[in-house]
């Protein structure tokens, strides 16, 4: 079993930062990819960024020059800093893990409860 937890949300200005972070746990564990998703009230969830073990990365179109995801493996821990937020940006983020135990090849996902970001003025 792995758990994410997840902090770095609030309330922002447009054109304001943040920075999300978000940190795995658990034991006899390897991470595949880390990412971030976001749902705004009534939409779907959707992919913001993602970041596989070897560094490479993804992201949304509409994030795209804004936000910079960014891990650190010794940790565990991923990060999402958001710049020049837009009020359209608003949603619960949401941390995803793609995990695997042991010799096995399946993959696990896991997500996190989510932590609230608003932009407001």
């Known amino acids: 079993q792995v758990q994410l937890v997840e902090s770095g949300g609030g309330l922002v200005q447009p054109g304001g930062s943040l920075r999300l972070s978000c940190a795995a746990s658990?034991?006899?564990?390897?991470?595949?990819?880390m990412g971030w998703y976001r749902q705004a009230p009534g939409k779907l969830r959707e992919l913001v960024a993602k970041?596989?073990?070897?560094?490479?990365?993804n992201y949304a179109d509409s994030v795209k020059g804004r936000f910079t995801i960014s891990r650190d493996n010794a940790k565990n821990t991923v990060y999402l800093q958001m710049n020049s937020l837009k009020p359209e940006d608003t949603a619960v983020y949401y941390c995803?893990?793609?995990?695997?135990?042991?010799?096995?090849?399946?993959?696990?996902?896991?997500w996190g409860q989510g932590t609230q970001v608003t932009v407001s003025s």
């Open positions: 970041i596989t073990s070897g560094g490479s990365t």
């Open positions: 658990g034991s006899s564990f390897r991470i595949n990819a």
């Open positions: 995803n893990a793609a995990v695997v135990y042991g010799s096995s090849w399946f993959e696990h996902a896991y």
